[in-house]
């Protein structure tokens, strides 16, 4: 899979947490790292997050570089731990009903 269409399948799940009545706050939107505050209707919040990891990618050819995409969700121990699961299972529906396939690699074009 590349790279804008992981980050695409992302930007959209955030905007079904949205439609959840989720408060959604993008915190940092940069290449390859994504961080985004998600807050239930109790008032608990998590941190949703992908990170590219491009210190360990490996070079396919001249103009293109793959590496491993990790994601996850950051959350205070205890009280956040159901809502963190709930983002997360949510996430992996979504993911399996728009691609039937998980990858754990990732495709970079280089411009």
């Known amino acids: 899979m590349d790279l804008n269409t992981f980050i695409r399948l ?9 439609s959840k009545g ?6 940092i939107e940069e290449f390859g790292n994504h961080l985004a505050a998600i807050k239930n ?6 941190q949703f ?3 590219l990891n491009l210190d360990n990618s490996v070079q396919l050819n001249n103009k ?3 590496s491993n995409l990790d994601y996850g969700v950051i959350r205070d121990s205890g009280k956040g731990d159901v809502f963190a699961k709930e983002v997360l299972d949510e996430f992996h529906q979504y993911w399996k009903s728009h ?5 754990s690699s990732f495709i970079i074009y280089n411009r």
């Open 22 to 27: 989720w408060i959604i706050e993008v915190l």
């Open 41 to 46: 209707s109790a008032g608990i919040e998590v």
């Open 99 to 103: 691609l039937p396939n998980r990858y």
């Open 49 to 51: 997050y992908i990170e």
């Open 64 to 66: 293109t570089n793959q």
């Open 10 to 18: 992302y930007q959209e799940f955030l905007k079904e947490c949205a």
